[in-house]
């Protein structure tokens, strides 16, 4: 297949509409479809001419002779192969000749055939999974991914979409459809022993009892430095007949008792723990096996979710977040953009260098080819019924652009080999004559 032909075969767009041809590609199709076909038709009117000339000759001698059955059979072969190209695409002179305007005449049958040759020769299970398996297509989609020059790329494209997609949420028919949606999906949802797992796996964790002591020692430390304020707490909800120095000892037990136990939470081996973690293993029970801790739990969710304040308020917090990701994405040096750019070469990097990452990716992608497979028979009735719905002259026009200058050729071929052939007739002819 010639290079140029080659370049031209992405032009046979499934588009009925002439102008589908890019102009700058079509123009250079058409002209070089003229060219070729100025060469088939010269040449074949230089072997009539030369078969007309002979017959001026006087006394044709051999050379003459010869010179006109060469340019008679070419002109034979030349008109042959005319016929045979100009018969794919229309009737010859216009004339209905059987079997001629191929291609028109048999469009419900190209298509039913391409589609069957498509489901059954490239839409196969054996043929898609041996083809994503040799590209390697986790490994060069990471490789692209964590190319400096793509995060840019990404990251103004999703900057340039999520303006539209703010606006688009704020429609107060689509919130009103999510939060009917979601609100009821909530509402039914059993969320207590959600909680209850959440806890066991905090629990769980080494992590988690750093954590609770830290926050310990923070309530520790926020108890001594307000020891007075607790003092003026005790001090007005005393009687009136109560001593000072009785209310400051009171508010001294109350703040040394609480940081007592404190302390003693802080232990990990301490019976106040002990019975600390106990109490929450009973609570993580409730949660899970319990129905009526479960009941009172989704019953406290259903109020929150209900509650007229709690909707103002979530409003309230779309607004201004939506508001601040508007004004931060009309920014030059937008954050949300820079966090794209930036999430994009570290998912990039990450999955480069995560073998068992790529092989997930490489799984997913093949069981999804696997998917689409089973819808080759669909996909072969629709290429089937995509080239039934062309315009036969628009499709007849395409595939003469595409391959009808290569075509020109064997116009060329014809006369030049029936020219041989005459001659080489002619020369038997007289040696055995």
Same mark, same amino acid.
């Given at each position: 297949?010639?290079?140029?032909?080659?370049?031209?075969?992405?032009?046979?767009?499934?588009?009925?509409?002439?102008?589908?041809?890019?102009?700058?590609?079509?123009?250079?199709?058409?002209?070089?479809?003229?060219?070729?076909?100025?060469?088939?038709?010269?040449?074949?009117?230089?072997?009539?001419?030369?078969?007309?000339?002979?017959?001026?000759?006087?006394?044709?001698?051999?050379?003459?002779?010869?010179?006109?059955?060469?340019?008679?059979?070419?002109?034979?072969?030349?008109?042959?192969?005319?016929?045979?190209?100009?018969?794919?695409?229309?009737?010859?002179?216009?004339?209905?000749?059987?079997?001629?305007?191929?291609?028109?005449?048999?469009?419900?049958?190209?298509?039913?055939?391409?589609?069957?040759?498509?489901?059954?020769?490239?839409?196969?299970?054996?043929?898609?999974?041996?083809?994503?398996?040799?590209?390697?297509?986790?490994?060069?989609?990471?490789?692209?991914?964590?190319?400096?020059?793509?995060?840019?790329?990404?990251?103004?494209?999703?900057?340039?979409?999520?303006?539209?997609?703010?606006?688009?949420?704020?429609?107060?028919?689509?919130?009103?459809?999510?939060?009917?949606?979601?609100?009821?999906?909530?509402?039914?949802?059993?969320?207590?022993?959600?909680?209850?797992?959440?806890?066991?796996?905090?629990?769980?964790?080494?992590?988690?009892?750093?954590?609770?002591?830290?926050?310990?020692?923070?309530?520790?430390?926020?108890?001594?430095?307000?020891?007075?304020?607790?003092? +003026?707490?005790?001090?007005?909800?005393?009687?009136?007949?109560?001593?000072?120095?009785?209310?400051?000892?009171?508010?001294?037990?109350?703040?040394?008792?609480?940081?007592?136990?404190?302390?003693?939470?802080?232990?990990?081996?301490?019976?106040?723990?002990?019975?600390?973690?106990?109490?929450?293993?009973?609570?993580?029970?409730?949660?899970?096996?319990?129905?009526? +801790?479960?009941?009172?739990?989704?019953?406290?969710?259903?109020?929150?979710?209900?509650?007229?304040?709690?909707?103002?308020?979530?409003?309230?917090?779309?607004?201004?977040?939506?508001?601040?990701?508007?004004?931060?994405?009309? +920014?030059?040096?937008?954050?949300?953009?820079?966090?794209?750019?930036?999430?994009?070469?570290?998912?990039?990097?990450?999955?480069?260098?995560?073998?068992?990452?790529?092989?997930?990716?490489?799984?997913?992608?093949?069981?999804?080819?696997?998917?689409?497979?089973?819808?080759?028979?669909?996909?072969?009735?629709?290429?089937?019924?995509?080239?039934?719905?062309?315009?036969?002259?628009?499709?007849?026009?395409?595939?003469?652009?595409?391959?009808?200058?290569?075509?020109?050729?064997?116009?060329?071929?014809?006369?030049?080999?029936?020219?041989?052939?005459?001659?080489?007739?002619?020369?038997?002819? +007289?040696?055995?004559?």
């Amino acid at each position: 297949m010639s290079p140029d032909r080659s370049r031209s075969l992405d032009t046979l767009a499934p588009s009925p509409q002439p102008g589908a041809f890019p102009a700058i590609a079509e123009d250079g199709l058409r002209r070089r479809l003229r060219r070729n076909r100025t060469l088939a038709t010269s040449l074949l009117v230089a072997m009539g001419a030369v078969f007309l000339g002979t017959h001026f000759v006087a006394d044709p001698g051999f050379g003459v002779r010869l010179l006109r059955a060469t340019a008679e059979a070419g002109i034979v072969g030349g008109l042959a192969d005319w016929f045979a190209v100009t018969a794919l695409f229309r009737h010859p002179l216009g004339l209905p000749i059987p079997h001629t305007a191929i291609i028109p005449g048999s469009q419900e049958r190209i298509g039913q055939t391409l589609g069957r040759f498509l489901e059954r020769h490239f839409l196969t299970e054996e043929v898609l999974l041996r083809k994503l398996r040799s590209a390697n297509v986790a490994g060069r989609f990471a490789t692209w991914l964590a190319a400096p020059a793509t995060a840019p790329v990404l990251a103004e494209a999703v900057a340039s979409a999520l303006p539209h997609v703010i606006r688009t949420l704020d429609n107060k028919d689509l919130q009103e459809f999510a939060r009917r949606s979601l609100g009821e999906q909530v509402r039914q949802a059993d969320i207590a022993p959600v909680i209850g797992r959440a806890i066991r796996i905090m629990t769980a964790s080494g992590e988690t009892d750093v954590l609770f002591e830290r926050a310990l020692g923070v309530a520790s430390e926020w108890l001594e430095e307000n020891r007075e304020q607790i003092f +003026q707490l005790v001090r007005e909800r005393s009687r009136w007949w109560i001593p000072r120095t009785i209310d400051r000892k009171i508010a001294e037990a109350i703040v040394t008792g609480v940081a007592d136990l404190l302390s003693k939470l802080r232990e990990p081996d301490s019976e106040v723990r002990l019975k600390f973690r106990e109490a929450l293993a009973r609570l993580i029970d409730d949660l899970i096996d319990s129905p009526e +801790q479960r009941e009172q739990i989704n019953a406290f969710k259903n109020r929150i979710l209900e509650h007229p304040e709690v909707h103002a308020w979530v409003a309230v917090v779309w607004r201004k977040t939506s508001r601040a990701m508007l004004e931060d994405l009309s +920014q030059p040096a937008s954050k949300a953009r820079i966090a794209v750019e930036r999430l994009c070469l570290l998912v990039g990097r990450a999955l480069a260098t995560d073998e068992a990452m790529l092989k997930h990716i490489d799984s997913f992608i093949e069981k999804l080819a696997v998917y689409l497979v089973s819808w080759r028979h669909e996909i072969g009735a629709f290429v089937a019924e995509v080239v039934r719905s062309w315009d036969s002259h628009t499709l007849v026009d395409r595939l003469e652009l595409v391959v009808g200058s290569d075509l020109q050729y064997i116009r060329m071929n014809g006369t030049v080999v029936g020219a041989f052939a005459g001659c080489l007739i002619f020369l038997v002819s +007289q040696l055995f004559g």
